[in-house]
């Protein structure tokens, strides 16, 4: 277990604190990649694997050790009320994309993100199977393994590489895209943000640990991420559902919030 810190909110200790969780959680995910680990679905249908859930407990026993005074919020724990009496609250996702897990598919992330007053100050996005650890925090930029990342620089939505459902984003009023999907929503988010991808829209309802951690680290690229009516994203409220997204460089999300307008 790693060491206790000083509980500085944002900083680069809370970051180094992520950063290290999630890599080590990222080892606990490899020894069940590719195995035959025990699966079932959860009340509503999605699935969940005995993977999840030692992430979950390593990374809840890591991180609140470290930040006794921290709340606690994750997908595959039971949801503590007293999280909404806490200034810092931790926002984690074991596997952000569990489908792409179970078949073998690097598409998953490891997300960690700590979120004061409602928005994420600090997050860690890690792909085991491929080795990407995506950070940043409030002010400090954003990373991928050590290298400052930035969203693409495009204008147009015509040809664009958009992360999302093709159902959603084939029809009209879209122009003609280059369509592609990632299980993990969190992965689409950090591939927008080292502008591997130029935008990720969903127009359905999320969760916050599926975007808090990468929120930060696309918005310290220099990117946006909102909801379709360009709000920003809130969390750590009683309901932690989010309505959609909308993410992208800042000129592309312009003209994104313009073609959803009409």
């Known amino acids: 277990m790693l060491a206790p810190k000083p509980a500085l909110s944002g900083d680069r200790e ?75 609250v931790f926002v984690v996702d074991p596997i952000d994309g569990t489908v792409a897990f179970l078949k073998n598919r690097p598409h998953f992330t490891i997300c960690a993100a700590i979120v004061t007053d409602g928005r994420p100050c600090c997050g860690a996005v890690y792909n085991p199977i491929t080795d990407e650890l995506f950070s940043a925090r409030g002010g400090g930029g954003a990373w991928r393994n050590g290298t400052p990342i930035h969203p693409s620089s495009r204008v147009g939505l015509e040809g664009c590489v958009m992360l999302g459902d093709r159902t959603q984003l084939s029809q009209a009023p879209w122009p003609a895209m280059d369509i592609q999907n990632r299980n993990s929503l969190a992965y689409r988010v950090v591939l927008v943000a080292d502008g591997s991808a130029d935008a990720a829209v969903s127009l359905t309802g999320k969760r916050d640990w599926d975007l808090a951690a990468a929120d930060i680290i696309l918005q310290e690229a220099g990117g946006v991420l909102t909801d379709a009516k360009g709000k920003a994203l809130v969390y750590n409220r009683p309901v932690t559902i989010q309505p959609n997204l909308v993410a992208a460089g800042p000129q592309l999300h312009t003209e994104i919030m313009e073609l959803l307008r009409q």
């Open 14 to 88: 809370d970051l180094a604190l992520l950063e290290d969780a999630v890599r080590a959680a990222g080892v606990i995910a490899r020894k069940f990649y590719g195995e035959d680990c025990k699966r079932w679905n959860k009340e509503g249908g999605s699935p969940v694997s005995e993977a999840d859930l030692a992430v979950d407990k390593f990374l809840c026993e890591t991180l609140t050790a470290a930040r006794p005074d921290y709340g606690w919020l994750s997908e595959e724990s039971a949801d503590n009320p007293a999280r909404l009496g806490k200034r810092c």
